[in-house]
């Protein structure tokens, strides 16, 4: 009897805490976006699209339940990584995707009122850029609730030379799952094509040592439009870099350089 009735008291004391915490509790939800879904250049599109010497406008509208703060941007080349979130994604996007421009970044800040907001975010995207650049979205309420969006911004680029890659060491790039891997003291060859709509003035292939960065291989290109070159991996095992320049014909001031990682082991 004693007991059940200090039992009581407990529970009665628990239930007037919860009730206490619950009635003074501050708001614990995450702010959204309430974007119409499948909306073009928002945060909530599988890709945005982008083009080299244009700007995009990323628009959404942003709600939550009591008041929104602000919204953060960070845009940074996908090169070389992922973000968890967007695993799944990249499973469907696998092969090489050659970068160029990829020290070009964005991160701003909007400030947002009331409990739906409009934000637009101008960004001008330099003639220097093509590949997937990851647009990240941080948005903030009044009360310090987070939450994070993720897309990519896609860029095309008609202003530089382009490299296509059709095989490498037999292989389609398209195919690769990462990044390669080349046997050490073996021979890859390497097969592509360099394009550019004013023409091509001069294009190189080097294979540079990560860890000296001594190029170890290189080729000046004769042949623009199909190319094949054979590359003679170093014995020492390592991380390399495959990169790939060109100059445009019409103007020499435009010049790209793009590659990728590769293991030699
Ligand atoms: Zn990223």
């Not at 940074?76 to 970068?99: F, P």
């Amino acid at each position: 009897m004693m007991i059940n009735h200090k039992t009581n008291i407990q529970n009665v004391a628990l239930l007037g805490l919860a009730i206490f915490f619950t009635s003074c509790q501050t708001d614990t939800e995450a702010p959204t976006v309430c974007t119409g879904l499948g909306a073009m250049n928002s945060i909530t599109a599988d890709e945005i699209e982008g083009v080299a010497g244009d700007h995009v406008d990323i628009e959404d509208v942003f709600c939550d339940n009591e008041g929104l703060s602000q919204v953060r941007y960070d845009i940074h080349s996908a090169e070389g990584h992922a973000h968890e979130v967007s695993d799944e994604d990249d499973e469907h996007n696998d092969g090489l995707i050659l970068h160029s421009g990829t020290d070009w970044s964005v991160l701003r800040t909007i400030e947002l009122d009331g409990t739906e907001a409009e934000a637009d975010l101008h960004v001008d995207v330099p003639l220097t850029a093509r590949g997937v650049w990851h647009v990240i979205v941080d948005l903030v309420d009044n009360e310090g609730n987070t939450a994070t969006f993720l897309s990519d911004l896609h860029i095309e680029n008609s202003h530089m030379p382009e490299f296509s890659l059709t095989s490498v060491g037999g292989e389609d790039p398209a195919n690769w799952h990462g990044e390669p891997t080349w046997s050490a003291g073996t021979e890859v060859v390497v097969e592509g094509a360099v394009t550019d709509e004013d023409g091509i003035a001069s294009a190189e292939l080097e294979l540079i040592d990560e860890a000296t960065e001594t190029v170890v291989w290189s080729a000046e290109l004769t042949a623009f439009e199909a190319f094949s070159e054979t590359v003679t991996v170093p014995a020492a095992a390592g991380e390399y870099h495959f990169e790939m320049k060109a100059t445009d014909a019409s103007n020499a001031a435009v010049s790209m350089e793009t590659g990728f990682h590769v293991e030699v082991e």
